[in-house]
């Protein structure tokens, strides 16, 4: 049994459990993490060092790292659909998923952690306003690639979509003005049709 934990107001666990939901895969879920704990005890850091979350065990074969917990569960069980069946198609996903961990999500740091986990009193505004201002940039790099495309990297969702589209719902839920980006928008239309997308990533921002 593939056993899964993780606090759900992670985005990293939200992308490892909208892969489990898309793939219908039968697990178990365990709290952990932020005010759930566990993350820091001896049993939890030998299997993961780094003591963070998302963690999985898949009948024994230990993994961390939300992004290759993605790419391992759509390789085992959702090749030709979650996972790109040809070379190109995987390169695409793996761009797209590396550019969500590599390019956006700092730059979504401020204007998350700032405008939701800080206090206002606390707040850096300057820093946050930064921030918006650098995802407003590549929110535009986003919606130009998305132009004529249904999903980020194929004809269907496929991993390339569940990294990118759970950091997309963080920008159009925090309470910020954001430019038109209308290919992002009908994309992310469709994501939220979708009922693993709905249980997983739309959940408050907390």
């Known amino acids: 049994m ?9 985005i990293n666990v939200q992308k490892a459990m909208w892969a489990i939901g898309e793939l219908e895969l039968p697990h178990e879920h365990a709290m952990a993490g932020g005010q759930y704990g566990l993350n820091d005890q001896a049993w939890y850091l030998k299997m993961n060092p780094n003591g963070r979350v998302p963690l ?4 024994g074969f230990v ?3 939300s992004n290759a917990i993605v790419r391992y569960l759509a390789a ?17 996903a793996d761009q ?29 505004m300057a820093a946050i306003e930064k921030g918006i201002q650098d995802c407003a940039r590549l929110f535009g790099q986003l919606d130009a690639w998305l132009a004529g495309r249904t999903y980020m990297a194929a004809g269907r969702l496929t991993t390339a979509d569940l990294p990118v589209g759970a950091a997309t719902y963080r920008w159009f839920t925090l309470p910020i003005e954001r430019p038109e980006v209308p290919n992002v ?6 994501l939220k049709q979708r009922p693993a997308y709905r249980k997983h990533v ?3 921002l907390t």
């Open 96 to 124: 797209w998923m590396d550019w969500q961990q590599t390019t956006l999500s700092p730059a979504m740091f401020q204007p998350f952690w700032g405008l939701v986990r800080t206090k206002p009193e606390d707040r850096d």
């Open 185 to 190: 928008a009908a994309w992310y239309a469709r």
């Open 76 to 92: 085992r069980h959702g090749a030709g659909t979650l996972l790109p069946d040809d070379v190109q198609g995987r390169g695409l």
């Open 56 to 59: 999985i065990d898949d009948d």
């Open 202 to 204: 739309m959940l408050p």
């Open 2 to 10: 593939l056993k899964v934990w993780g606090r759900p107001n992670s």
């Open 63 to 65: 993994l961390y790292e």
